[in-house]
Structures are given as C-alpha cells and as structure tokens.
C-alpha cells in the first residue's frame, strides 16, 4: 500500500486499474468530469491547467496522481486550515502524506523534512511561503518531486481577484526542481487570468481542461437595497425562508460586527462572524464553530471562505456588492456544494461601490508609503541583513497585511531588497538603494492594475443592474463559458418572467434613508446613548465588545450628524494637528496621505472624526449639500 513503501512506479501502473485504485483508495465508483482527462495528461508527464467549479472534485486529481507517480508530489496551497483535514484522510487511506506550515512546532517541522529529503513521502502540502526557506528548498532537491500542483492557481496572477505576491515564486522553484509534470487548478479563472497562469508557471505547452462554471443547483438574486434598513429586511427576509447555515459576506469589519449582534439580539439567529481583524485563534474557533453548527450564520470579510469545508450551505449573501465578478462567483460558490438547491443573493446599492473604489486605491503603496516601507527595513541592518517581521512591519507602517506584501513584492522586483532564507518567523534582506526610477516602474504597474479593478467593478455593477438577461448566463459567458445552463429557475430573472412580472429598475434608484433614519438598525443609536453617559471611546467598546474601530467608526458618523460633540473624543493639540494636516494633503476623501504627516500618538480612529467634522462643516457652508 502507499504509504507502507509499496507505491507503484508510473510505468508499473495500467491506466485500466485506475477505477480499482479510485475505488480503493478514495470509496468512489467513478470520476467526475474532467478529472480523468486531467489525470491521464500527469501521467503522460504533460502540464494541465485545470478548471473546474467549486466542489467538483480538483483536489481528488493531484491526490490520486500521488498515488502513481514514481516520487513526491508537491502541492502548493495557500489553505493551511484545510490541509490537517486532508492530510488526514490521506493517510487514513494508507497514503503517505504530511503537511509542512507555521502550526508545527520548529521540531516537527524539521522530522517531517527530514522524511521529505529521504523520500518518505508521497505527498507534501506547503503554503508558497515556504518555498523560501532554504532547508526545505534543500529537502526538495534531494526529495525528487515528480508532480507538483498548484491549487488555487488563480492566486498567482495580478489580474485575479486575490493576488498573492509569495505565488510568483513557484515559477522559479518549479524550474529548480527540473520542471516536473505541474498541474495548476482553480475554480475561477478568466480566460486572461488562465494565460496568465501559464505564463508565471513557464507552461506554454500545457492541456486546458474546462469542465465549465455553470453550478445548476445554484439560483442567483439580486435585491435593491439602497440604505440600511432595506439591506436588513433583505437578509431577514432571507432567513425566514431559506432554511439550513448560510454565509453573509459584508464589506467591513465593522459590519461584520454590527450585523452578527443585530441578528443574535433582535432574531436570535446564532450568528458568528470572521475578519483579517481577529487573532488567528479566534478566526479558527469561529471557523470551526460554524462548521459543526446547524442552521448557523456566519457574517464575514472575504477573508473567509477559501477552502471552507462544508458541502451543506444552502444560502451565501452579499450584504455589499463584491469587487468583480470573479470574486463574486467563488463566494457565491460555497452554496450547495452538496449539489442541493441553494441560493445565492446580492444586495445592490449603488453607493457601495464607494467601498470597492476605496479598497482599489489601497491594494499597493503609495510612493510614499513604499520609501516608508524601504526606511524601515533599511533601519533594521545589523551587519549587512535586516531582519524584520510581518507584524512589526504591519505595527510600523500602519500597512494592511496584503498590502505590505505587495510592497515587498514591488521591492523584490525593483532590485532594493534581495531576500535571504528566513530567520525563524522573520524576514531577511540585502538592502540596495531605492531609485527615483524603480519607483516610477513600480507606480506605474500599481495604475495599470487598479485601471483594471475598475474595468471589473463595472462589469460587477452591469451584473447587479441587469434587467435585461439571465444572471446565471452573464456569470459563465464573463469566464468564456458559453455551454448550456441546465439549471431551472437559474436566476430571479428567469423566475420573473416565467410569473409574467415586471423587471425592477435598479438604476432608478431615488433618494437614500440618511443615516439618522438607519441609526436603529446599524446599532450607532446604543453606541450614542454610551457617549452620553461621558464614557470614552475605550470604555464603550469594552461595554459593547467591539472593536476600537468600530466605535470611531460610530463616533464619526455621530460628530457628522451633530450628535456628538468632538472635543469629547480628540483633543484641542490633536485636533488642530490633524486639521493642518488635512489642509496640506488637500483632500478628507482618504486618511492615509493624512496620516503620513502626523506623529505616531495620533490614530486613524481620531483623524476619522475630525474628518467628519470637517464635512460637516464643509456641507453647512454649501446650504446642506456636500462639496
């Protein structure tokens, strides 16, 4: 058996027992579409891109090709939570298989190298971080990898929905280790993001095999819903018919919070809620209360969902219209892997496409924001290396995590910091100069990307605004699918013309309920009615278990409306500080270039305030209306 040093060697192997061996080895009586296809082509020692839908089966190809292949397969992921639960079965199975990440101690991730170097293994799980460390780059070359997989393949392109720079080094690994038969597979690919994976991966010559997006068990909604209010009717109107555990994706932290206690409070739904913003054992716990609840919700940012391993979610909501159709349709995704009727509903209001526009002009650094970057690693050389950490990078240069690491990327690339092998958990680099025009190079790629972010939030708003064609059929033809459907009803277009009704009009969109009349829903009115009592921003987020953020999120929404003075929350120094530096960055629409020009004593949390105060008074000065 795999596992007890009787793996057979690829030529042993007739591809007529494959059956008996899928039998055996995984319980199944036959492959899904496609993976047969794929499996045929790895062994033949061609390349294959793979794409297929949510839960059809991806991972089971490169699993069963360990089972055959003469040495190692190797299989980059980013979905470390899964990988325990995989490699589990796998050796329940008499497979020989581990995982390599940061959840092992130093010494069991050094055993289990050690096993990988002496070719022990037939399968190896590691996320693309790892591929710069030196002792297992030094345990690959003597392991011999015969088949490496990329899972999540889309991560490696720039034009994907969820970029992750550590993917642009598999290329190079990949060419290290003789370019062994690489199969890359994903649930989400454009036919531009597909060539873009073949291109970073160097695979010219590999098969594409599309099974296609279409999911006929999925039905697609879109509901109006231009303030608060409506949004919450929406989804309660969606729990009162749908029954079963549903995912609801907001756009904040903020709302993660506010929406789980509104529904925990007033409609008892036991709710829980994940974000960036939570310690990793936090995140976990959530993760797997969610898993082992029924009828549980959980309300979270797209941090969540990657890998999730639950086949029975009967809804997935988006409380806030998503950044592109590809992030869309994955999310979307994780309804119904059961292959059981779900539901899939986007809440439209047009003025939530500010958010996406926001986070857009935040994917990278600012030129400024990189020199800061470079400072501060510069700052940390001792004798020729600095070595720093995410965290304190993070810490220090108040830098999102995936923007920090876009950073670094653009660093990498623009020959001012050369990375050495890790030391432990931190980083380490040769530090070069930072040019004028490495600079100009770098600014110059982040505006071609976000010019592209924008092309795809449009063609997410033409999705949401539709009135004239199937929503399934916009979904596939955006992936270049142009195969039939076989779902019915697909989509509340379908439904509404099968029921001879009238197609709303999304873009007629009239007057917004303002922030006062929604106050009751969003929960700002027992944040308000702790301000009153005289308690500080600290002690109401302690009395309301939410975050710091949250409250000055809170905060500003009262000073704006005239409900909170701000001298109750930011002092007279502070205040004039930041107003000064509001004058010289010329604009209160983003609080970064803000925050660059003020000490480190100053947080976002009172910027944001004085920010609102300033368009309140901005507004006042224009009759009521903004500037």
């Given at each position: ?418 990375r050495l092998e890790n030391e432990g958990t931190n980083l380490r680099y040769e530090v070069q100069?930072?040019?004028?025009d490495a600079l100009d190079i770098a600014q110059a790629d982040v505006q071609r990307r976000r ?177």
């Open positions: 058996m795999p596992g007890d040093g009787h793996k057979p060697a690829t030529q042993a192997v007739d591809p007529a027992t494959f059956p008996t061996l899928l039998k055996r080895y995984f319980g199944l009586d036959a492959f899904r579409p496609g993976q047969r296809e794929a499996i045929d082509h790895v062994m033949n020692g061609r390349d294959a891109l793979v794409v297929m839908p949510t839960g059809s089966g991806k991972s089971l190809i490169y699993q069963f090709c360990a089972l055959i292949v003469p040495d190692t397969a190797l299989i980059i992921s980013p979905l470390i939570a899964l990988m325990k639960d995989q490699v589990d079965r796998l050796q329940s199975r008499g497979i020989a298989a581990t995982y390599i990440n940061s959840s092992l101690s130093g010494d069991e991730q050094g055993r289990r190298i050690n096993q990988l170097a002496a070719g022990k293994l037939d399968l190896v799980y590691v996320a693309p971080e790892r591929l710069r460390n030196q002792a297992f780059l030094t345990a690959l070359r003597k392991a011999r990898v015969s088949l490496l997989a990329v899972d999540e393949a889309h991560c490696i392109s720039q034009w994907g929905h969820d970029f992750r720079p550590d993917y642009l080094h598999i290329g190079a690994v990949r060419n290290m280790l003789g370019n062994p038969a690489t199969v890359a597979l994903t649930a989400t690919a454009t036919v531009d993001v597909q060539q873009d994976i073949l291109d970073q991966l160097k695979l010219p010559g590999a098969e594409r095999i599309i099974t296609g997006f279409s999911r006929p068990n999925l039905v697609f909604h879109v509901r109006y819903t231009p303030d608060l209010q409506s949004k919450m009717q929406a989804i309660v109107k969606v729990l009162g018919v749908v029954k079963g555990a549903g995912i609801i994706y907001v756009g904040t932290r903020r709302e993660a919070e506010e929406l789980a206690m509104t529904l925990e409070g007033q409609y008892k739904v036991p709710s829980f809620v994940y974000h960036g913003g939570m310690e990793k054992s936090q995140r976990s716990l959530m993760q797997d209360a969610f898993l082992s609840t029924s009828n549980a919700v959980m309300i979270a940012t797209n941090a969540f969902g990657m890998g999730v391993d639950r086949a029975d979610v009967r809804f997935v909501a988006h409380y806030n219209i998503p950044g592109s159709v590809e992030a869309y349709y994955q999310e979307a995704g994780r309804a119904g892997r059961d292959g059981k009727l779900a539901q899939c509903m986007l809440l439209y209001a047009p003025q939530d496409r500010k958010l996406q526009e926001w986070f857009i002009e935040n994917d990278s650094p600012s030129r400024n924001e990189l020199i800061g970057l470079h400072r501060v690693i510069s700052s940390r050389n001792r004798n020729g290396v600095s070595s720093v950490s995410i965290d304190d990078l993070v810490r220090v240069t108040r830098l999102f995590e995936v923007k920090l690491r876009v950073g670094l990327s653009q660093l990498e690339a623009a020959g001012s910091l050369a100069e930072l040019t004028e010019a592209y972010k924008r092309a795809q939030l449009d063609k997410i708003i033409d999705y949401a605004e539709t009135t004239t064609r199937c929503r399934q059929r916009m979904l596939v033809e955006h992936f270049g699918d142009a195969g039939p459907l076989n779902s019915k009803p697909c989509c509340d277009w379908h439904i509404r013309e099968s029921r001879g009704e009238a197609h709303p009009n999304y873009k007629d969109t009239g007057p917004a309920k303002s922030a006062a009349e929604t106050a009751k829903v969003s929960s700002v009115d027992t944040t308000a009615a702790l301000f009153a009592e005289g308690l500080s921003v600290k002690e109401v987020a302690v009395r309301r278990g939410l975050t710091l953020s949250t409250i000055y999120h809170h905060a500003a929404q009262l000073i704006g409306e005239g409900q909170l003075p701000l001298r109750q929350l930011v002092g007279e120094s502070a205040e004039l500080q930041i107003r000064n530096a509001v004058a010289q960055a010329g604009a209160v629409d983003r609080l970064a270039p803000i925050k660059l020009l003020l000490p480190d004593s100053i947080d976002y949390g009172e910027i944001r305030c004085v920010v609102a105060a300033i368009s309140a008074e901005q507004k006042a000065a224009n009759g009521g209306s903004a500037p």
